[in-house]
């Protein structure tokens, strides 16, 4: 199964908004809301923020949200603070396995 | 507050059988509200979801096609772990491994919400 796609990239100053995406197909993102989303710091084990499209964990704070259009969910991460500063990555259920984006590297200049 | 605690080997020889060990503190591998996966990262695959199973009246085993037929999955009922084993490892195998836990309350297929601390697995001779 092919990984879903998200940029690369993404930056933002401290206190402005960044928006990441993660396009899939309408086998797997747009097909259910089985989508996650996850924050990386380097030599970490990946913590969730966001599960089922929109949902937060206890702790999680509300400055990162969750949404989906079609088969692309989005991460948005408002107030943008240093130690946002990680790899994010999403991840979804095709109906038999599950599969990860690529992952996008977060700067936060 | 449940944690993850996990052991095992962290070099193993080309067409050998990787085992780790993933022990549950604060929750239990016989939960039916829960699933019990093996995640595993590297630069070149990123991350892959590998095997998953989970206890609702009865055992339920699941696998990634990619490792489909040299991959183990097994629950220790008496030590309160599940264990993963890969078998015939090549140097593509070489990453660092997670275990990790799911509610199924959360959309238990990909809400991975407790993960080990990660184990660096180095497959070669």
């Known amino acids: 199964q092919s990984a879903l796609t998200q940029p690369p990239s993404a930056s933002g100053s401290p206190g402005q908004s960044v928006t990441i995406s993660c396009t899939g197909t309408s086998g797997d993102v747009g097909a259910h809301n089985y989508v996650s989303w996850f924050q990386q710091h380097p030599g970490k084990a990946p913590k969730l923020l966001i599960y089922e499209v929109t949902n937060r964990p206890s702790g999680v704070p509300d400055r990162f949200s969750g949404s989906k259009s079609g088969n692309t969910a989005s991460l948005t991460v408002s107030g943008l603070q240093a130690e946002d500063e990680a790899d994010y990555f999403c991840n979804s259920y095709t109906g038999s396995t599950v599969i990860f984006g690529g992952g996008t590297k977060l700067t936060v200049l | 507050q449940v944690q993850l605690q996990q052991s095992g080997p962290r070099l193993v020889k080309p067409s050998q059988t990787l085992s780790l060990t993933c022990a549950i503190s604060?929750?239990?591998?016989?939960?039916?509200?829960?699933?019990w996966s093996w995640i595993r990262q590297s630069p070149s695959r990123g991350l892959e979801w590998l095997a998953r199973?989970?206890?609702?009246?009865?055992?339920?085993?699941e696998y990634a096609v990619s490792v489909r037929g040299r991959v183990t999955i097994n629950p220790d009922t008496s030590k309160n772990q599940f264990t993963l084993q890969l078998n015939s490892v090549t140097p593509a195998d070489t990453a660092v491994y997670y275990c990790?836990?799911?509610?199924?309350?959360?959309?238990?297929?990909?809400?991975?919400?407790?993960w080990g601390q990660g184990t660096t697995v180095t497959v070669s001779s």
């Open positions: 199973t989970y206890f609702v009246s009865t055992w339920s085993y």
């Open positions: 604060g929750d239990s591998v016989s939960s039916n509200s829960v699933a």
């Open positions: 990790v836990r799911a509610p199924h309350a959360w959309g238990g297929i990909v809400s991975f919400d407790i």
